[in-house]
């Protein structure tokens, strides 16, 4: 059983990793910019632009919960050092030292699973997401398997506390998915899923083939960051194209019987933005445009070009060869990541939203470790 001036020891050094990455992590900063989107909050004109009091609103509750999550664990570690304090020079009951030590073993679990964000350095790693994914080479196979990834990550920012908004979804012919794109918003949303970008392969018996045969099917999981455009950042009219549509639906009132849908394609990078989400064409065209910034500056940045001139997009198929990771459901089950080289064989977990050990995995090998 453990000592009450070990856990106060033990305790005291916890403190002290929380506070330093607390401050590593430039939460100080995360508190003046939460009193600023506070006070805009409470502005009497708020909801006067309601696009703008949405996205103050998301941005204020995603802050605050990151900001919470933090101060909790700092103050449940030093109420445990406060406690076990005042049985230093008593004669505490084991079963009251044995409680403080496991609660400070749980505390230091959950702090060593949030040191990931420690890791998360690059310059949008901080920001929200915007993630598409895209049916590749096998059919209505692959269209499932698009489908499938859709709710690994619904249910991955779910359990994360993120707030999730669906863009645009083109459904398949039969089954499944053609692409969907989701807004994926809280603090360091594109830190965690910037580890997915790439082709998914997944090899199974298909459910679609009579003869229920062994399919391989490939999905591209394309992820930018929701970046704070800078006003520079000015796109030429002509060099857009827009076409308007009749958004999808799946019939009865959630069908929207006007041209409200809206594709922009930047005509000189040839990257394209489809938005159906909105109930207005004005709507869907102002969201296109921040998806289409935000890709476009990912894209500069991506390049080392400071002007849109001379970028260009980038066209990756999803296809043998390309994957960054392997999914197998037969004739065994296995998911590796191949850049990592982390794999496991609860393939069922990973495809229910268990993506933590293959973000931290990738994570470090991008730095070494």
Known sequence: MPEASDIVKQGKQLQGHIEAAMEQLGLPGERQKLAELEEAAG???????????????????????????????????????????????EAAQDDQLGELASHLERLQASFDTKQTELMLAGPYDKDSAILSIYAGTGGTDAQDWAEMLERMYLRWAEKAGFGVQILDRSAGEEAGLKSVTMEINGPMAFG???SEKGVHR???????????????????????????????????????????????????????????????????????????????????????????KSRLAALMAEQHQDKLDGIRGQVQSAEWGRQIRSYVLHPYTKVKDLRSGYETSDAG???????????????KSQIGE
């Open 43 to 89: 502005a009497s004109d708020l909801w006067d632009e309601p696009d703008k009091a949405t996205a103050i609103t998301k941005e204020l509750a995603g802050l605050k919960k990151h900001l919470d999550e933090w101060d909790n664990l700092l103050a449940e570690v030093s109420d445990i050092v406060e406690l076990a304090q005042l049985h230093v020079d």
């Open 192 to 194: 965690y899923l910037r």
């Open 202 to 292: 997944l090899v199974r018996l298909s459910p679609f083939n009579s003869d229920n045969l062994r399919q391989t099917s490939f999905a591209l999981v394309d992820v930018i960051p929701q970046i704070d455009l800078p006003e520079e950042l000015e796109i030429d009219p002509k060099d857009l194209r827009i076409d308007v549509y009749r958004s999808g639906g799946h019939g009865g009132q959630s069908v929207n019987t006007t041209d409200s849908a809206v594709r922009i394609t930047h005509t000189p990078t040839g990257l394209v933005v489809a938005i159906q989400n909105e109930r207005s064409q004005l709507q869907n065209k102002e969201k296109a445009m921040v998806v289409l």
């Open 349 to 363: 977990s990973v495809l229910d939203g268990k993506l933590e050990p293959f973000i931290e995995a990738y994570l």
